[in-house]
């Protein structure tokens, strides 16, 4: 196989992205959210965000790994992030599937993808942290338009989502966070 | 308005590019593709086949450019390649949402992202021209895995595909047209 053979099969596999539904609705709630649209999304937020970084980004990395983030769940599936479940299983079909398709590239390009995505895992490098944090805040932007979406199917308080996503987000972008909190908390404050 | 209150106005509005649908379906046939994963694909695309270019490219500016590129479907609607349409009409149609979407962003931010989207339209840099040509290299590879897709239910021939096709896809990436040619004929010989 030549290095354009592997590159388009490569290409083709990722088309599968398109039928791996989330947790999360479009923002009219007409349908679930699939993870390539997602991708597309959050590449666009990080290009429009990057500017709100307490750091100078490297921004075309961060797109890189975003774009490539949620391959692996071709095989892995999506993991809701209120959902249960086995953290140590799920990294491990996760690196399982990583091997499996990044592998469908020729090594060198191969080798460069499962890098740039052990950066985003990872979550130490100042890109990796932004670009985490970016796609942890564009699914309650999606619940507040939409008016709950996974929020209610998930039976979440803000409790549950200033404890387990805020530092999620406050991590790789607090000026982002700032701005968000609020307009969580009045959407809770309404329901109650 | 805050900076942030606009840019997630402009976020938010762009979800709305996952409910146009394209007149490609996805791979496996299942569904008409939509313009926002398609936005991803071809982004992925960029990144993995960059190195086939004729020249050194900016791939960040390629991947912001194809990001960006349909965003005005929002208002003006996809048109299909091998459609008919008014081409004078459509132009004013787009540009005209071009003003509106960008028109949400602060204006700085706005300038830049009009300036990225006439850069591609104009197709002179060779960062357009290779985005635009990966643009177009994308809906055949859809069509050759589905079993024909938008050129059977355009009656499109191997001769239209060939002359309305194949120049802008020789344009900015002629090594991936010399790879794609052939699999199309084959396909369309297969048909015969």
Known sequence: MSRLDQQLAFLTEADRLKSVLRATT????SRMENSAEHSWHIALYALVLAEHSETDLDTGRILKMLLLHDLVEIDAGDAPVFGDHDAEALAARESAAADRIFGLLPEDQARAFRALWDEFEANETPEAQFAKSIDRMQPPMQNLASGGGSWIDYNVT????ETRIGPKINNGAPR???WLQPRVAAFF???D
Chains 1, 2 share one sequence.
């Open 189 to 191: 404050a309404a329901r």
């Open 176 to 178: 982002i966070w700032a």
């Open 26 to 29: 479009l923002c009219d709630g």
């Open 158 to 161: 803000l409790d549950m989502f």
